[in-house]
């Protein structure tokens, strides 16, 4: 199978190449650049212990501030003990967490893990940070309900986006980013395209209320601007990725192809698992193996060479229901 391109690392020429040397990767390099240039006023990500003081010196480079919440021991979440109450509750982030000692490099620490940060140009901010649901010992201890509601404020996300995610993110009702696909009804713009997001190439985080929500286009549209100013190669690249069409299952399974999509008819030359959690991505084996794909409600038609190469019958899934739609994403 070929090497993901989504997740490669893109060391930009100049602007905002600090933050790339001192995480070792580009993941969310668009947002770090909307962060510098004031259209973003808040983020948080996960930095490996041993290169805080590096990411540290970046930070101050670019006027960030930034303060450090809990380590994280990030596991997939095949591997969480049956025992651990409140397990079923995790949903884009699984982890063991444990309290931050006074000295980074104590013995206790791996350097695997990873510190949760906060990082705004408004040292006000980061005191509004909402952590994320994590393991402590044999339980999950989830963040308050009224952070959670109003977390996107702080993090700069469209109103009705944050509207729209109260009423439908709850996953064991909805899957969100099927909602988001039914109230789309005009062609989706690249721009409103979330499932890069946690790759090295997106211009937003955010799950928009539709596929082509005139906010994020407008917020979206500026940070593109500006970025392009500075690293044309990176807005070249993130466009490129982004004007693809994608097979959505939920919030972490989803696929990335290259090719025409006609008559619910995909013809493809490439594909790619674009979410990170890869014990997700249970059809990339049957994908590699056809040329193109078809979806009538829960079923996945797979062709080779126009001959009917196998069936994938979609479960449902009482937590995190999974229904599956394709999406092209233009202008």
Known sequence: MQDNPLFRTFLPKKFCKEFVEAKG????????????????????DWIPVGNLKKFKKACRRYGIYLREDVIFKCIPSSQISDNIIGREI????????????????????????????????????????MWYP??????????????????????????????????????????????????????????????????????????PCNYRCLETIKLARKIRREIKKREPDYVNFTDYYLKKIYLVFYEKKYYWFEGNFENNVVVFKKMFFCSPDKDKDVYSRYFVKADALSLKGRRIYLYKKRNLYKIINVPLNEFAPEYPFIIKFGE
């Open 134 to 207: 994590v393991i402590v010992k044999d339980r999950v201890i989830p963040q308050p309900r009224f952070d959670s509601l109003m977390y996107g404020y702080v993090l700069g996300y469209p109103q009705c986006c944050i509207k729209f995610f109260r009423e439908f993110n709850n996953w064991r009702m909805h899957s969100y980013l099927y909602q988001a696909y039914k109230h789309t009804i005009a062609q989706p713009h690249y721009l409103c395209n979330p499932f890069l997001k946690d790759t090295s190439f997106a211009y937003i985080y955010h799950m």
């Open 25 to 44: 990767n580009s993941l969310q390099l668009g947002l770090y650049m909307a962060l510098v240039l004031g259209l973003k006023p808040l983020m948080d």
């Open 90 to 129: 995790l949903t884009t982030t699984s982890a063991y967490g444990k309290l931050i000692p006074k000295r980074h490099h104590s013995k206790n620490i791996s350097l695997q893990e990873q510190v949760h940060v906060f990082l705004s140009k408004d040292k006000n901010l980061l005191t509004r940070g």
